[in-house]
């Protein structure tokens, strides 16, 4: 009995597997479209009225649920899928401190099926401290080296998002080692945005108790560097970050260096 409904299994899965390889192939040759045309390759709206009319033809609405569950996985690995046809390289955010790096990046990677990871984030998993306490402890130097191996274990990722920390230019190899499959995004803040954006934040040793005048002096010293590496650049003052997502969405995909 057991064997016959597996048989059953058997059967769907070799229907699945060419009809989920035919559906990918056609978002990709969509891709290639909109490209052409300037169009999204992220329409919302489209997804909502597919899911509809997904809802409508479904005879059996028992597993409705799932069903739907699994569409969104389906749209979500179909923009992957889009994205990588047009723009075959792993995102890459640079910029300062506040800039929204992590925050972007973390969208980004929602909205286009890509994997995210965080500079910053990895190095405090490998330390088992914080950001603050390996600057506090060991002090920056220490930081940078764990930085580095970090960025050294990220030259193998791939349908990736990378949110670096702020000082990863300040290494020739870091931007190198990120270069060989990555573009670089340089989110931009105005000194007085950073300020802002991070005066209740006290996670980032560089600048805590700096004053503004501080900050705008760092900054500035910065800046050239990012702007050396910079493939893309994306000014976010006054900017909401799902606006900020979809430009970047529409930016990179549309004009894919
Ligand atoms: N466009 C934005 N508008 C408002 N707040 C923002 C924006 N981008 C980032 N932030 C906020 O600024 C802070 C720093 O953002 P984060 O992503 O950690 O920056 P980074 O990684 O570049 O240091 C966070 O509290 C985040 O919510
Ligand atoms: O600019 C820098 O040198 C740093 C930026 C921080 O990351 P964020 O830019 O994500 O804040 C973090 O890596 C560390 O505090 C040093
Ligand atoms: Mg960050």
Redo the contacts with the bound molecule.
Sequence with gaps: MLDKLRLEIDSFDAVLTETLYRRFAAAARVAAYKKERGLAVYQPEREAAVLNKIAGIMKNKSFGVEIQELYRHIFQLSRRVQIHQVFPYNMVFI??????????GRYLAEISGYNYYDVDTMIEQQAGQSVQEIFSIHGEKHFRSLEREVVERLRTVDHAVI?CG?GVVLDAANVSHLKEKGKFIW?KAAPETVYE??KH?NNRPLIKDKNFDDIKNLLKSREGLYGAVADYEVA?DG???SD?GHDIMNMITNTAK
Aim: glycine residues 20%; aromatic residues 4%.
């Design positions: 910029g300062f401190m506040g800039s929204g790096k992590s925050t972007i949110a702020g989110l954006r991070l934040q976010t900017k909401l970050i900020i």
